[in-house]
């Protein structure tokens, strides 16, 4: 297996069983993780404070990875995610990662796209589109 699929396969089995297995052995120092949300992290102290704050109130149940694309320093992942919050609520969303690697395999830039999974037609009834009464969620 390509060793940067490892470190990213690495780093999704982090989050699903709640453990720092080497977060520093993986991100550069000054690495940048930018979530599909809005919440960006600097360094490699952030990330640790994020990762470690986050298992405290919440828990990864599936990070499923569907496919991976390489071109020189980037990687792109294609994944499914789905966690629970202790307060109980569920989040669930396709996803797509950009890495960038520095010359010694370690995640440079990390910045996730994301994509709601409860999708629909909003032209199925007609030419006149009809859309769910709902906030937009930016994943």
């Not at 440079?108 to 796209?113: G, N, S, V, W």
């Amino acid at each position: 297996m390509d060793n940067r699929e490892r470190i990213i396969r690495l780093w999704f089995d982090m989050w699903l069983t709640k453990k720092d297995l080497g977060i520093s052995d993986i991100f550069s120092n000054n690495a940048i993780y930018i979530e599909s949300w809005g919440p960006e992290y600097h360094g490699i102290k952030k990330i640790i404070l994020w990762f470690e704050e986050w298992n405290t109130r919440g828990t990864v149940l599936q990070w499923d990875i569907k496919q991976f694309f390489h071109k020189d320093n980037q990687t792109i992942i294609e994944w499914y995610f789905k966690n629970k919050m202790d307060d109980g609520n569920v989040e669930a969303f396709d996803g797509i990662s950009l890495i960038e690697w520095t010359p010694d395999d370690k995640i440079a830039l990390l910045k996730e796209f994301g994509c709601n999974e409860n999708r629909y037609d909003p032209y199925k009834d007609g030419t006149i589109p009809h859309f769910r009464d709902e906030n937009a969620k930016w994943f």
